[in-house]
């Protein structure tokens, strides 16, 4: 049984989540996580429990992502998932287990959790659902006052590479055989359709753009050996007004260093291959200090 908590975002008929929610299987890496990941982010939380062995860990999931839920945690660990599509709720959760796991359908601007009583908050993709700044900034600042001051974030984010795609040479890729998997393709394409991270990138946008090329689906799938169901999916983008946003790693810095420090990141995202880093950070403990030089860029050699 899901309670909404925060009703005026539940169930908005427009996003592309309440769609997704009936696709969800076949969608694969890197819009959601790895095995690689997910052993990142076990490592990551089972580091913070060994250096908290009094603590049961607390943990709060940005979204509802099955493989996080079902990560190894900590003996005792209790997880609570917070996502405001009643439709992913309940068709993605793998379902509440009693006293350890338990899903919520609220808005991460307000999360109905009290304040310094969660170790950890982990999330998939989380703040490239949101819009930047402000967006990034409601929910770093929410993670922040739920979050004990010892405690971690760990989310895996996606990143624009340093050397920005065109959208023409994501499709010449495409159709030099470069890619390894529709879910790689629309990933580079929403990126290279992205202006800018203010103005992020609509998903209705990114399927108008693939309908003006008219590309041969069936001849794609039956050249790659694609799962059509994953080609297909690109429908679920037309009309709905879902937008993304992807930083440069500065940018991401800068924000959500306003709130946290960085500890750890799984990877540097340079190249496209490798831009969805996992970003482990700490509570600041004065937000006032936290115009220091966090644009410390990625893209520098
Ligand atoms: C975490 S993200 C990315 C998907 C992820 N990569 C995965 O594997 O599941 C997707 C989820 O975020 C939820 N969401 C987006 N914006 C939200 C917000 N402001 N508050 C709560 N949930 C939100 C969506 O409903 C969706 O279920």
Redesign the pocket.
């Known amino acids: 049984m899901v309670s909404c908590v925060t009703m005026p975002?539940c169930d908005r008929d427009k996003?592309y989540?309440s769609s997704l929610a009936y696709a969800y299987g076949a969608?694969g890496p890197p819009?959601?996580?790895t095995g690689a990941d997910i052993a990142y982010m076990e490592g990551a939380v089972a580091a913070w429990a060994g250096r908290h062995p009094a603590r049961r860990t607390r943990a709060l999931l940005?979204?509802?992502?099955p493989p996080i839920a079902e990560m190894r945690w900590p003996p005792g660990a209790s997880l609570i998932a917070?996502?405001?599509?009643f439709p992913?709720v309940r068709a993605?959760w793998p379902r509440d287990l009693p006293r350890s796991r338990v899903a919520v359908c609220?808005?991460?601007?307000a999360l109905p959790v009290p304040e310094s009583s969660c170790d950890v908050v982990i999330?998939?993709?989380?703040f490239s659902?949101?819009r930047y700044p402000d967006?990034f900034r409601a929910?770093a600042a929410e993670a922040r006052r739920i979050l004990r001051a010892d405690g971690r974030l760990m989310v895996r984010c996606y990143i624009q590479p340093c050397e920005r795609e065109r959208p023409e040479d994501v499709i010449a890729d495409l159709l030099g055989g470069a890619i390894p998997s529709f879910h790689w393709f629309k990933f580079r394409l929403l990126m290279a359709l992205q202006e800018n991270t203010e103005r992020g990138v609509a998903v209705d946008a990114v399927y108008r753009f693939w309908a003006s090329q008219r590309v041969d689906e069936a001849a794609l799938i039956a050249q790659t050996g694609w799962d059509a169901q994953a080609v297909r999916m690109m429908e679920l983008y037309r009309g709905k007004d879902t937008v993304y946003s992807f930083p440069t790693m500065s940018e991401l810095r800068r924000v959500l260093g306003e709130f946290f420090a960085e500890t750890a990141i799984s990877t540097m995202p340079r190249t496209i291959e490798g831009s969805c880093p996992i970003w482990v950070a700490e509570p600041r403990s004065d937000m006032r200090q936290a115009t220091m030089a966090l644009g410390a860029a990625a893209c520098r050699s």
Not at 106 to 109: F, L, Y
């Open positions: 975002d996003t989540w969608l819009l959601r996580p940005l979204g509802v992502t917070a996502d405001n599509s992913m993605v609220a808005d991460w601007s999330g998939d993709g989380s659902c949101l967006g929910a």
